[in-house]
């Protein structure tokens, strides 16, 4: 059984920027929810991918999208960088979307200058 | 909307001496809890999980928690600490029907030689 893995594990970008972050699911996985976790904060939900389709998006702009893909993998795309967009973004898989039990990832840490 | 406090910012404990970890939450019927586990610069490993049924929950790595419902709380403990329980713990609460987990901002764990 594979476990939720993330790319990159790190990059730097400047203000103003794009960025697309990816994650692969769990083997049997259908559902992939993204996280961002500030320095010293517990993570924010961003949304959640189940079957293809957004189910469900916490508070934050349209500058954050995401995708998934028939192979339940999933990317993040953040457009018009800033900075308070530095964290770790956290991707966690589960079945049957909703908010049971997640499996997450290591994180990708997004540095924004 | 769910939610979930965590009074402790920093805990220190003495190796072999026994822990628990504060989390009362804020919802209006039985949620579903979490506790996990994040390691420095690690994604979040999951420790136990309620949903229902049996309030006292055992978990890995000698972790269990207990659901009181009329205190609107999930406390983590363990009997005996071992120096590499060091870490940040977040206590997490879901919903039956949404997909948003709501995070605490985590309690850090120091354990003293």
């Known amino acids: 059984e594979t476990g939720v893995t993330q790319s990159p594990t790190h990059l730097i970008k400047t203000r103003g920027q794009q960025v697309t972050l990816r994650c692969s699911s769990q083997?049997?996985?259908?559902?992939v929810s993204w996280y961002q976790q500030a320095l010293g904060q517990g993570p924010q939900f961003i949304f959640q991918?189940?079957?293809?389709?957004?189910?469900g998006r916490g508070n934050f702009p349209p500058r954050f999208s995401g995708l998934q893909f028939p192979n339940y993998s999933s990317e993040l795309n953040v457009n018009a960088l800033e900075l308070d967009d530095s964290a770790l973004y956290l991707c966690?898989?589960?079945?049957?979307?909703?908010?049971?039990?997640?499996?997450f990832g290591p994180g990708t840490r997004l540095t924004v200058t | 909307a769910q939610s979930v406090t965590q009074p402790d910012i920093h805990i220190t404990v003495s190796e072999g001496a026994s822990l628990e970890l504060r989390c009362n939450y804020s919802?209006?019927?039985?949620?579903?809890l979490f506790w996990y586990v994040q390691s420095p610069g690690q994604g979040l490993q999951l420790l136990l999980k309620?949903?229902?049924?049996?309030?006292l929950v055992q978990g890995i790595k000698g972790f269990e928690a207990e659901f009181k419902r009329s205190q609107s709380s999930f406390n983590l403990r363990k009997p005996s600490v071992h120096w590499s329980d060091a870490a940040e713990y977040f206590c997490?609460?879901?919903?039956?029907?949404?997909?948003?987990?709501?995070f605490g901002a985590g309690t850090r764990l120091t354990v003293k030689p």
């Open positions: 966690a898989s589960s079945f049957g979307g909703l908010a049971r039990e997640q499996y």
């Open positions: 083997s049997g996985h259908n559902t």
């Open positions: 991918y189940y079957r293809e389709e957004e189910n």
């Open positions: 919802y209006g019927a039985t949620p579903y």
């Open positions: 309620y949903f229902s049924g049996d309030t």
């Open positions: 997490a609460v879901g919903a039956p029907n949404n997909n948003d987990m709501r």
